[in-house]
């Protein structure tokens, strides 16, 4: 999918702005029509590299403040307009009241509140904006906020989880290339200096590590080069939908981390679809919403053609079954949900039997991480020690 900028006005007049993603500027076009607005301009957004300080995302953790607070006032028997009105006073988050505060004067100008959010795109993420959309529907705002607080909170959970897992390996990491830059700084110079006045040959291993020192800075200048190509790449892969398939599939065929990967796509899609189903959307808005918030964009794409088959008739362990590359285990639990037509029951089940998966992952590949880092810091380490008194046992052996 690609993303497209437009300008359009509502009935009462009021000119709204926005981003959408979608396969084309007719899908746009159609998408807006449908929410009653009058399309002026459409035009696919281009890449730009650049550094935005004023459209930041809103941070997940402050969105579940946000949202636990909105499902309290909401649930007390206060109106949208008055919550709103309420959460934009926080001096605490100065930018997230002042985002809540542009989505209420939209909201006063009537607009619906899904729409409101819509017109932030870098603020509000796609299933908090479903969300809402299914509540608006239903007439009923707090059963899918609850449904969205408690996967936004199992999210949430899941990446402290996975950030804590990996704060050790990458303090020994850090630790690591600041002991061993003071080395080629402050320890091999002095080595280097005395080696100069011996006047015989070094060792191949002296001689390789004396060459790297002296030529650290077109060293570092290439690395920092190969980095930035790097990024850029990255940033020009992400620019389109077949890059970012690209990417995903290569993330996937990681040896060690592509599990992991796979099992954190069919937990989000499994998760998401759950609480979308259990706030009151039916099964194709929610297999819609599991597909844009999905971060495995090829597994995104393959969910486009479940899409098509669900629009069709066809049931969703079917399409699964045919289209992705979703565990058949999971497919046949689906399955077994719909034929007892207790399908978000199921899909609950299945994500716990993910989450639990994802638990044991971690645990399991931090607990190689260490070892390893550990193992290669004392290989480095040993390899420059050896290095740099080789040229002195061979000096004992001649003076012996």
Request: proline letters at 4%.
């Amino acid at each position: 999918m690609a993303e497209y900028l437009f300008e359009a006005y509502t009935r009462e007049g009021l000119k709204v702005k926005g981003i959408e993603a979608a396969e084309s500027g007719r899908d746009v076009e159609a998408l807006l029509a449908s929410r009653g607005l009058l399309v002026r301009s459409i035009a696919q957004k281009k890449a730009v590299f650049r550094l935005s300080l004023t459209q930041r995302q809103i941070r997940r953790s402050d969105l579940l403040i946000l949202v636990g607070e909105l499902l309290s006032l909401l649930e007390s028997g206060m109106g949208v307009p008055e919550s709103l009105s309420i959460l934009a006073d926080d001096p605490s988050n100065r930018a997230l009241g002042e985002k809540i505060q542009q989505v209420l004067q939209q909201v006063k100008s009537g607009l619906a509140f899904s729409a409101a959010c819509e017109q932030h795109p870098n603020s509000f993420e796609p299933f908090f904006i479903s969300a809402l959309k299914t509540g608006e529907q239903s007439g009923d705002l707090t059963q899918p906020l609850k449904a969205y607080y408690m996967h936004l909170e199992r999210t949430l959970e899941l990446r402290r989880k996975l950030s804590q897992a990996l704060t050790y390996p990458i303090f020994l990491l850090l630790t690591f290339s600041i002991i061993l830059v003071m080395m080629f700084v402050f320890v091999v110079p002095n080595f280097t200096s005395m080696y100069a006045d011996i006047g015989t040959a070094l060792p191949p291993l002296t001689a390789w590590l004396l060459a790297t020192v002296d030529n650290l800075p077109l060293l570092g200048i290439v690395a920092a080069s190969i980095t930035l190509l790097g990024l850029l790449l990255l940033r020009h892969l992400n620019s389109d939908s077949t890059g970012r398939r690209l990417l995903s599939r290569v993330k996937q065929g990681l040896p060690i981390t592509g599990g992991l990967y796979r099992l954190f796509t069919y937990w989000q899609f499994t998760q998401s679809l759950a609480s979308m189903l259990r706030g009151g959307g039916n099964l194709l808005f929610a297999v819609r919403t599991a597909q844009e918030i999905s971060e495995n964009k090829l597994f995104a794409h393959q969910l486009q053609k479940v899409i098509e088959r669900i629009r069709n008739g066809e049931s969703l362990s079917a399409s699964l079954r045919a289209e992705t590359d979703y565990p058949a285990k999971s497919i046949k639990m689906i399955s077994v949900g719909e034929e007892a037509s207790n399908l978000q029951i199921m899909l609950d089940s299945i994500a716990n039997y993910y989450t639990r998966q994802l638990d044991d992952r971690i645990k399991r590949i931090t607990s190689l991480i260490e070892p390893a880092i550990m193992l290669f810091i004392g290989l480095v380490v040993g390899v420059v020690i050896v290095a740099l008194y080789l040229p002195v046992f061979g000096m004992v052996n001649v003076i012996g």
